[in-house]
């Protein structure tokens, strides 16, 4: 994955949650939607510890979608390598060795984001 | 997705069955293959019904594959727009932000279908 | 499981319900339960069919109280015998034997609702 | 957990599985509950390969009802100590730390089942 | 739960974490258990954010003895009740509704430990 | 999948893989992927049981790469087909027919090695 597949990635996301949104979604997955951008914003904890809450769950939870959204969050709200290694660890131990075709898709994603 | 990337699901999907019945599959497995097409025939509840438990626990068990055939197959028994978009409610609700991946790609392959 | 354990069931889900709603809910998970529950309400679906998703969805992800709850509702709601065998017969198919446990539990607990 | 626990594991399987089979199952279930026992039958490969994968497999599942069966098959046909300590390995090391609380378990009743 | 229940779920935990490391495992599984310690250690990231990362994790996917486990340590470490509520609503919106058994469980939990 | 398909997944993986533990790894990710050689290496058991343990595990747990992966370790250690077959009914019957997209990829990467 090179720069422009993280483009895709957001562009393709882009298109289908307006699809999802202008012209499927009944009222009760619009304001799950709604939901979901409210449990991540600065609140009690801030927003840079609910992404990554976020990025563990989707990470024992293996999915590479998810993963990779909350990578961007993460990467453009601060969290550095060493803070990423930790929260990996985490998943890691806890999901098992099942989750490491997601990891290394992760830090593949994480390294083109840093470049 | 376009019409044709629907029509190569079908093709894979199809030379796939056909292998693994055909060339892999031991006693076991083709009786499970069996019983797996019997329990969603028509019987004291219709086709149509199960079709959609088959959706919803495809969904909430988050398989793409899964998803797409039973969207196939709800199509072609002519589930509505608006009956689809409850199912998925449900399985939104039940299965949480994790299955908004897939819930992007079936709406896409269902928009594609309906085309 | 007997009669009254069924209420047991019952009171044990109310009380913890209060405890999470009035003492320690915040705003997004008040209206996640809100949205909980209107997901399963009467609409292009009747409730009886939504109930049937929730409790398939329930049986493929192997959540025993949540298996009991949707029963409590399909019983409620006049889901025949014939009907629930339909149900499970498709959850048994998509989940596979480790889902047998659960369906030992929810056939129990059936037959104590019929008295 | 003591011998008379097993013992009681033991019968309330048998009680609900005649209870399915006899009062509810109607025949892709009672296929199904077929399919199940053929699949550990000794044949190319032996009975006690097949009980370590099924119980591998319901221990990455965490379903602690399935460990169980699992351990009472392994114990009756001869799996030693040293031999579960390697499947149980394996298990942790795919599944991760989740998978601890069911190990706790299956090593209790392993050392109860060998008094 | 009462206060007496939670001082049974840590005994019954270190009575079963014993048998497993001392009269069980082997070289595998104890160096598992070792890394299990190691990730929640202060470091980059401090020990409070990673037990709410190992919180969200076992909520995610659906482990009520993890969840009671990282309860007691973010009790311990000085989660409050807001913070508790937050990592609870990212859990639940991740992981839907089919969490909700454990969160009310979770929940009960953790009203105790604060009595 | 033809030939070079399998060498393109080998060299994907090698290379994203010392990506991970060259540029990424800190010691616990290091740990855990010694672990997880570790936990495969001939002892009581035999490596290839334990590769149809990791076999069966990453089936029922439904990980393509993981499913890849043991494929070709089962292959250089002298798996048959009817054993292969074996291993996939009981992952199968375990699992279900959410296994199914996976078996079939799991089948044409089989026959593509076998070449």
């Given at each position: 994955?090179?720069?422009?597949?993280?483009?895709?990635?957001?562009?393709?996301?882009?298109?289908?949650?307006?699809?999802?949104?202008?012209?499927?979604?009944?009222?009760?997955?619009?304001?799950?939607f709604g939901?979901d951008s409210q449990?991540y914003?600065?609140?009690?904890?801030?927003?840079?510890?609910?992404?990554?809450?976020?990025?563990?769950?989707?990470?024992?939870?293996?999915?590479?979608?998810?993963?990779?959204?909350?990578?961007?969050?993460?990467?453009?709200?601060?969290?550095?390598?060493?803070?990423?290694?930790?929260?990996?660890?985490?998943?890691?131990?806890?999901?098992?060795?099942?989750?490491?075709?997601?990891?290394?898709?992760?830090?593949?994603?994480?390294?083109?984001?840093?470049?």
């Amino acid at each position: 994955m090179n720069l422009t597949e993280i483009e895709k990635f957001t562009e393709e996301r882009e298109r289908l949650n307006k699809l999802v949104l202008e012209e499927f979604a009944d009222l009760e997955i619009k304001r799950f939607f709604g939901l979901d951008s409210q449990v991540y914003r600065d609140d009690v904890l801030p927003q840079k510890t609910k992404e990554m809450l976020g990025l563990v769950a989707s990470l024992v939870l293996r999915c590479d979608d998810c993963i990779k959204y909350h990578l961007l969050q993460c990467h453009e709200i601060g969290v550095s390598d060493a803070e990423l290694e930790e929260i990996i660890s985490v998943g890691l131990i806890v999901g098992g060795s099942i989750t490491i075709p997601h990891i290394r898709k992760a830090v593949d994603f994480w390294k083109n984001l840093k470049k």
